[in-house]
């Protein structure tokens, strides 16, 4: 039997366990429409103009190097105006929907994904509906703005990616369907982070749950392999696809219930690529491996020729790890699927970042799960520059969704919410040149009757957003708080884990924060709040603008 026709015949493993233990979810097909909720408020008709002239945060890093760094020029704000930060409007989505993407901001609109299968586009000043555009799945991946064949192009495309690993391009100004591309028949593969334009091309990073479907002693572990694909972004024509792991899985072994195993499998891609022109490569973070021995791609630093998918290098930097959600590190009642050597789950989750040191040298920063946080030289093959143990690590962070970095610093926060209150959460600022730390602080402590209340697990796994002179790091218990870039100081906190009077009328309250960051454009920054496709923790379903409030 082949590769392809074991996936074809795989059948879809879709329990709680798929959304709590790796951030993702799974609906069933539903029809492409652009009918806004009728719960929600039209816009009115406005010119679109040239949404990619004037301040925005486009896609995920808000920048080719992924620096999640929005300098006063864009974002419109500084340290100094973070303190008078006050709630502008609040948005409220429909009964049965949730935020499920970091907004994008271009042209004074806002573009998001939501559960159950939505992509949304918004006025920014007033949360007016433009357009909904239906997916097959949920949207978790953030919204990239661009045209397709550069300035000759007049419409600009948005593209995205959902969780039953299709690709899409729609028009950004009305929603209409364009293209889109399937771009993994395997039934556990996924699309989660950010689709990148670049120079006419889109680069789709590709992930899967089947670590969590291995759980399952009868399922035939393991056939998915991580990949990046790239399409021409006008007519979504594949150009190349790179497998991370090369070989085309084989049998190996039957498991302790008679399923047949296969390997070797893994290396997905949950990170947004980040596109180094100068080199003419993109770099990507991978994920675990599913099967023994563990691939020599798996938790690697890597980097793939722009124009033909080439590997130019790898920089595995935790070997042996095979890991599935199965509990294999418990030694009673293991599931038949364990691998052989049970690794720690070290994935690279977040982006790298890629800056420019003061003697004009390079250094790619990323945050690992491990708690470990990386500097690598992209002109020696990623060797090693310097390391900075920031957390504990865990299956659950370490560093999860992403870091910050400005021209002197980066910033990494973590999770570590298995360890505990007293352990989980906290954020470091590193010297981009020499790894050293600046500072490092933990989440204020919170009143709570039990150490154990999930609440006071102030775990840091979202993403992390910085602009001049402070840092934004939201935590699991719903608290948004703003750091000093200087010393680590909290400057502002804002929790959001509460009801809303929402601008549409609806109910709305906010939850959990995971995954997605803020981000901060003409001087307000928009965030959501209730991130419920991850790890349990409370719901939401509220949109939030912030602006400085008048001195």
Request: aromatic residues 8%; hydrophobic residues 40%.
């Amino acid at each position: 039997m082949t590769h392809l026709e074991l996936s074809r015949r795989i059948v879809n493993w879709s329990l709680p366990l798929l959304a709590t233990v790796l951030c993702l979810g799974m609906l069933p097909d539903r029809a492409a429409a652009q009918t806004p909720p009728m719960e929600m408020p039209t816009c009115d008709a406005t010119p679109f103009g040239d949404p990619l002239v004037g301040p925005m945060w486009n896609g995920w890093g808000a920048d080719s190097a992924n620096s999640r760094f929005q300098p006063e020029s864009a974002g419109g704000m500084t340290g100094s105006d973070v303190p008078r930060l006050e709630l502008a409007w609040a948005l409220g989505f429909p009964e049965g929907q949730f935020v499920t993407s970091q907004p994008t901001v271009v042209g004074g609109r806002i573009y998001i994904g939501t559960g159950p299968g939505g992509v949304l586009s918004l006025n920014a000043a007033t949360g007016c509906v433009h357009w909904e555009f239906r997916a097959q799945a949920i949207v978790r991946t953030a919204v990239t703005i661009g045209r397709p064949n550069g300035p000759a192009q007049v419409r600009p495309l948005a593209f995205f990616g959902d969780l039953q690993a299709n690709v899409y391009a729609v028009d950004a100004e009305t929603g209409r369907h364009l293209w889109s591309k399937r771009v993994d028949l395997h039934p556990q593969a996924r699309i989660t982070a950010a689709p990148v334009l670049f120079d006419g091309l889109l680069y789709v990073p590709v992930s899967s749950l089947e670590e969590a479907a291995a759980a399952r002693p009868s399922y035939e572990c393991c056939t998915f392999r991580g990949k990046v694909i790239a399409y021409d972004a006008a007519t979504g024509q594949e150009v190349w696809r790179t497998f991370i792991i090369e070989q085309e899985p084989v049998r190996t072994k039957r498991n302790s219930r008679g399923a047949q195993n296969w390997g070797p499998a893994g290396a997905a891609i949950w990170n947004a690529p980040t596109i180094d022109e100068k080199r003419g490569v993109l770099y990507i973070g991978t994920g675990d491996a599913y099967t023994s021995p563990a691939a020599p791609t798996s938790d690697s630093v890597m980097a793939l020729d722009l124009k033909t998918g080439r590997i130019a290098w790898v920089k595995q930097l935790t070997p042996n790890d095979a890991w599935i959600a199965a509990g294999c590190e418990r030694a009673a009642n293991p599931s038949a699927n364990c691998p052989d050597v049970v690794g720690p789950d070290f994935d690279f989750a977040q982006s790298a970042i890629l800056r420019t040191l003061p003697n004009g040298r390079s250094v790619l920063a990323i945050g690992q799960k491990s708690g470990v946080g990386w500097g690598l030289d992209p002109d020696a093959q990623g060797a090693i520059l310097w390391q900075n143990e920031v957390g504990a690590g865990s299956v659950r962070g370490g560093m999860v969704f992403g870091s910050a970095a400005d021209e002197q610093q980066v910033y990494m926060a973590t999770s570590d919410t298995p360890h505990g209150a007293a352990v989980a959460g906290g954020i470091a600022a590193i010297n981009l040149a020499t790894g050293q730390r600046a500072w490092h602080i933990r989440p204020p402590a919170l009143e709570c009757e039990s150490p154990q209340d999930q609440r006071c697990i102030q775990g840091q796994s979202a993403a992390v957003t910085a602009i001049p002179g402070a840092v934004f790091s939201g935590a699991t218990s719903g608290i948004m708080r703003a750091y000093s870039t200087v010393d680590g100081t909290v400057i502002w906190e804002y929790d959001t884990a509460r009801e809303f009077t929402t601008v549409n009328g609806l109910k709305a309250k906010g939850g959990i924060i995971d995954g997605a960051g803020p981000v901060v454009v003409d001087g307000v920054l928009y965030m959501s709040s209730g991130y419920s496709v991850t790890r349990g923790g409370v719901p939401g379903n509220v949109l939030l603008a912030f602006s400085p409030k008048t001195p």
